[in-house]
Nanobody, 124 residues
């Protein structure tokens, strides 16, 4: 059974930091592009960041560039992380991990697998 399970969300004050984790299981995700998306209440799900299978290439939405860092660990299983610094109230959203087999259209929602999400709330 393919699973992506996010963790690490919570409530934090503006300016604080959180680290989200995504554990992938059920197949070999080490060759997959991994991405993070978020969806705020009443808004569409939007791209946050993505990382290539090797970790050699990373991509960010303009809104988070310089504040968020995506990384991955393929050593034992595939873990993908999103380090979020200098958090702002507008970063409040449900954050989703996703996986796809290519590097095409990584900023769209065209991913093969999705997690259930983890809530991040940033208070002002």
């Amino acid at each position: 059974q393919v699973q992506l399970v996010e963790s690490g969300g919570g409530l934090v004050q503006a300016g604080g930091s959180l680290r989200l984790s995504c554990a992938a299981s059920g197949r070999t995700f080490s060759s997959y592009t991994m991405g993070w998306f978020r969806q705020a209440a009443g808004k569409e799900r939007e791209f946050v960041a993505a990382i290539s299978w090797s970790g050699g290439s990373t991509y960010y939405a303009d809104a988070v560039k310089g504040r968020f860092t995506i990384s991955r660990d393929n050593a034992k299983s595939t873990y993908t992380y999103l380090q979020m610094n200098s958090l702002k109230p507008e970063d409040t959203a449900e954050y989703y991990c996703a996986a796809k087999q290519s590097l095409w259209n990584i900023r769209t929602r065209d991913y093969d697998y999705w997690g259930q999400g983890t809530q991040v709330t940033v208070s002002s």
